[in-house]
């Protein structure tokens, strides 16, 4: 594993381990979401132009699996609203 891959990795798991801790520490408000996910959304727009020319490069299933999994993530987090919360 070269060391930009284990420096995300590690990036990745602590961010991850942060955003549980900030959501199941209380019940936290739905604009609390909106923020999240709105960051989550510009900050891998920010290199987007970068790699656009790449984009054509990734197989038509890796888009299909793209998109079942933010189906899915999304109805996660939609879910997630409805658990009671202690």
């Known amino acids: 594993m070269s060391v930009i891959a284990a420096i995300l990795l590690l990036i990745s798991s602590f961010t991850?381990?942060?955003w549980n801790f900030l959501c199941k520490?209380?019940?936290?408000?739905?604009?609390?979401?909106?923020?999240?996910?709105?960051?989550?959304i510009i900050c891998p727009?920010?290199?987007?132009?970068?790699?656009?020319?790449?984009?054509?490069?990734?197989?038509?299933?890796?888009?299909?699996?793209?998109?079942?999994s933010g189906f899915f993530g999304n109805l996660y987090g939609s879910a997630f609203r409805f658990i009671p919360h202690r």
């Open 16 to 18: 991850h381990a942060g």
């Open 25 to 40: 520490k209380a019940c936290p408000p739905i604009a609390f979401f909106f923020v999240i996910n709105t960051t989550g």
């Open 45 to 68: 727009l920010a290199i987007l132009p970068l790699y656009l020319n790449k984009i054509e490069l990734i197989p038509v299933t890796i888009w299909i699996f793209v998109v079942i």
